[in-house]
């Protein structure tokens, strides 16, 4: 696999369409690195805390802890203040525990423009090290909104009614992951006055959390699908904290559909399907 030249010492270099082109699609250098227990365990502690439901025990790292596009892009470009996530697909097939060592590789798959705005694909992969293979835990297509190229203003709300009828729910509260300091954190998403610029009630939650809830719903409903499973989640809409979602999960004979809904309106659409191959 061929890498390109190791990362620039930057704090801050905003995403757009023309860094990342200059950038290419090879494929980054590794980042590697442990999440302690003492992280895993604040995670599910609040995945716990901030639902209704009887809490749950996990021992292995939870989806969010294996992301790695976050890490490897930050390693790069600086801290990720100016981006959304507008779609996901991520495809486990690995569950490590706390404190085992752990690599990611990115590159960027996909650039277009939209609408008027600027979006980018990045494939990563989650791996370990085991002798001389490599095993893979986790491929990621994250679809990021670059908002520094955004327009201010455009984002409208939709609001589409959700009447689904569904075999489980769980009612969660939204909360953030981390506590984020807008004099750290310049232009960020998360904040509330960043996040006003573009038309957003007020600073988004991280990204990561939704697939937690989307992946705790689906144990809460049945076991894991032996060989792994896919996440695809093609409908992300704003929530922030402190609104109360309900998080419904619908099963056929081919996936367990999930959705987010905040009152009767829709928040976020997914599936979880047994592992296929990307496409």
Not at 16 to 34: H, N
Not at 127 to 154: N, V
């Given at each position: ?21 200059a ?19 604040k ?20 989806p ?58 990045i ?142 309106v ?14």
């Amino acid at each position: 696999m061929k890498y390109v030249q190791e990362p620039k010492p930057v704090e801050y270099d905003p995403l757009t369409i023309a860094l990342l082109e200059a950038q290419g699609k090879d494929w980054m250098s590794p980042v590697s690195f442990r999440v302690s227990s003492a992280s895993h365990e604040k995670t599910v502690s609040l995945l716990n805390q901030n639902t209704t439901a009887k809490p749950m025990e996990y021992y292995h790292l939870l989806p969010s802890e294996l992301w790695g596009c976050a890490r490897v892009l930050s390693n790069y470009f600086g801290r990720l203040n100016e981006v959304a996530v507008s779609k996901t697909r991520w495809e486990l097939s690995g569950s490590p525990f706390p404190d085992e060592q752990l690599h990611a590789i990115s590159r960027v798959s996909k650039i277009e423009r939209r609408k008027g705005l600027s979006y980018a694909t990045i494939e990563t992969v989650t791996y370990s090290h085991s002798g001389r293979t490599t095993i893979d835990h986790m491929k990621q297509l994250d679809e990021l909104l670059l908002l520094h190229e955004a327009p201010e203003g455009f984002y409208k709300e939709r609001e589409v009614e959700d009447n689904t009828e569904a075999d489980m729910e769980v009612l969660r509260t939204v909360y953030f992951r981390y506590n984020w300091n807008k004099e750290i954190w310049k232009n960020n998403v998360h904040t509330d006055d960043y996040a006003r610029r573009f038309g957003y009630k007020r600073g988004l939650p991280e990204f990561i959390m939704y697939i937690d809830w989307v992946f705790d719903a689906f144990i809460r409903k049945t076991s894991m699908y032996a060989g792994g499973f896919t996440i695809d989640v093609p409908l992300i809409l704003p929530i922030y904290t402190e609104d109360k979602v309900t998080v419904k999960v619908k099963e056929d004979s081919k996936s367990h559909e999930i959705r987010f809904v905040k009152g009767n309106v829709l928040r976020l659409k997914g599936n979880i399907s047994p592992i296929v191959k990307f496409v």
